[in-house]
């Protein structure tokens, strides 16, 4: 009997990097999950011979409509949702400066990185006030605190990210439900390895411990926001940066 057991976990961006890792961990604490990625192979090559306690969905995160069927469907299969995890996001065209940024971009990384946020979280919160219950953790980044250079689009969706986990956090303080957020720096992913080394090199080079965040870590602090241990923490973006951020 883990942690988890008896929980259902929706988890966004599952086929890869930090959602993989949040769900192999949820799995592991005893949670049934919920994995939604647009990589649906991805999602059958690792979760493929989990069986009952996995539910995978091959969806756009940006279909509206389809979230909002998916989030019924895991409801239909397991009866309750007791937390969201939202992991998907894309960096976007980064190593450009703001006036070099195509307006077609910025909009296709904010319907990505903020509205999937929003979509998911709109389909979940009702089944969730309906019970009382609920964790919602959006991962953020850094670069929504700080704002990196050379990536608008990303630092800006990000920064709206952070923006609706407090509206969240204060809309629903007193249901039972908490909504924060996670602001990594830098865990080696696919998503870092796409972007420019000297994009790299400069996130890289702010964090003070001199080394990128791993995995571990990520999914460690993940599961714990999500936990019904942590009651009274809402509206909240937890810092993984080390040391990079200190407030
Ligand atoms: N890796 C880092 O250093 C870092 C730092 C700060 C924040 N983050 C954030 O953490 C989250 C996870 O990042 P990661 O590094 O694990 O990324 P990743 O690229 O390894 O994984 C992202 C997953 O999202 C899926 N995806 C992308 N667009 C989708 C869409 N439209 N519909 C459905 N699925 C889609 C991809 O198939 C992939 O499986 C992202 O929100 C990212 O911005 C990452």
Redesign the pocket.
Known sequence: MGEFSGQVAII?????????AIAYKLLAEGASVAL????EP?LQQEFGTVGERALLIG????DENRVAEAVTQVNQRFGQIDILI??????GITNLRSHEVSSENLHKVFE??FM?CFYTSKAVVPLMLARQYGRILH?????GKEGNAGMLA?SAS?AAVIGMTKVQGKEYAETGITVNAL??????????D?MPEVQVRYMTDKIPMKR??TLDEAANLATYIVSSKNSFTTGFTFDLSGGRATY
Do not use: E, Q
């Open positions: 966004t961006g599952a086929a890869s990097g930090i959602g993989l939604f990625d647009f990589n991805g969806l756009d995160i940006t939202n992991c998907v996001g894309i960096t990505v990185n999937s991962i953020a980044s850094i670069a990303y990000k602001a990594p720096a830098v865990i080696r992913t696919p998503l870092v796409a990128c965040g």
